[in-house]
């Protein structure tokens, strides 16, 4: 009786541990770039998550490839580049991601994997199937 008390409270434990490590939150933390060569760090307003670029291997540089002429001069750390993502059950979506590369914005829907480690990014114009995915690790 005590053994199979004990394996029923491990058992409990795991599926909780399990739950809490894959809820809303934990997207939240800071994502190296698939080129390792930007950081991003993932919050939350409200109920939907954003993300900035927090360091760069090029400190100072501007956001020269903006569409916009009067947005080509500001810094590219501390820019908000994945917008009003909301949480649906396995992914993030209905979110917006903007590449300072190209100065284009994509919709795009975020999935965390390989347990907790690895970040899919699908960025995509009209539907996902015509997209590209991106891969961000954990820092």
């Known amino acids: 009786m005590k053994t199979t008390f004990l394996i029923l409270l491990g058992t409990l434990i795991l599926h909780a541990n399990s739950f809490a490590n894959s809820g809303p939150d934990v997207i ?7 080129e390792k060569d930007g ?14 670029i927090s360091w760069g291997k090029t400190p100072g540089k501007k956001d020269i490839n903006n569409p916009d002429a009067k947005l080509k001069n500001r810094d590219l750390i501390g820019l ?18 903007y590449d300072p ?4 914005t994509y919709d795009c829907i975020l ?29």
């Open 111 to 139: 999935k965390v994997k390989d347990n907790n480690k690895v970040l899919e990014i699908r960025g995509y114009v009209g539907t996902p199937m015509f997209g590209r995915t991106a891969t961000w690790t954990r820092s």
């Open 80 to 97: 908000v580049i994945l917008q009003d993502f909301k949480f649906k059950g396995s992914a993030w979506e209905d979110g917006k991601i």
């Open 28 to 34: 939240i933390g800071e994502w190296l770039s698939q």
């Open 39 to 52: 950081k991003i760090s993932i919050f939350k307003q409200g109920d939907k998550f954003y993300g900035k």
């Open 101 to 104: 590369k190209s100065g284009k």
